[in-house]
């Protein structure tokens, strides 16, 4: 019986951490994950870089295909961007096709190339649902801190810069000091 619920203590601690559509950290994980990088970028006097991503034209995949379908290209993204990340960085939803990738240790330069890795993997090929191929892009607002910043401060600059990538063509990698990288696709 203490084994059961044990194991059972031990599953309601991961779904309350855990997006169940994903499988990524929920938005209380994920802003507690940065809160908790913030600390140690400033104590050990390194960075932390995030990374606000949002699935563009996500409306044109659920009208057309179905909520199911949007569900599975969602749960394809993020499994993309896993693949992509180091082992030692988190992903977490936080809110509908918005998700933040958390890069302990990164300046700016190594935020960006690991951006750029995860906008690649994920236009690099369509989604397959149900035998249907449906393409995909991110855009993505950088922010990097050396642990001065606050947890809403380097959300907000991350957002702003998405809005930014968002508003100049989608498919890209904006920090708030303007574009990084951009790749038009036909999608």
Do not use: C, W
């Amino acid at each position: 019986l203490q084994s059961e619920l044990l194991e059972a203590k031990k599953n309601l601690e991961i779904q309350s951490r855990t997006d169940p559509l994903t499988g990524v950290l929920n938005r209380r994980a994920i802003l507690t994950q940065i809160e908790n990088e913030l600390s140690r970028a400033k104590r050990d006097n390194t960075h932390i870089s995030i990374s606000m991503l949002d699935l563009d034209h996500f409306k044109k995949i659920n009208d057309p295909y179905g909520h199911l379908a949007g569900d599975a290209v969602l749960r394809e993204s993020m499994n993309r961007v896993e693949q992509a990340i180091r082992t030692y960085d988190a992903i977490g939803r936080f809110g509908g096709e918005e998700f933040i990738v958390v890069l302990p240790g990164a300046k700016q330069t190594d935020a960006l190339a690991i951006a750029e890795r995860i906008r690649l993997k994920i236009s690099d090929k369509n989604a397959n649902v149900d035998g249907i191929s449906i393409p995909f892009t991110i855009s993505q607002g950088l922010a990097t801190s050396n642990g001065k910043s606050t947890v809403d401060r380097l959300v907000a600059k991350a957002d702003e810069a998405l809005y930014r990538a968002k508003e100049n063509g989608r498919n890209q990698v904006r920090q708030p000091s303007g574009v990084v990288r951009m790749q038009q696709l036909d999608v």
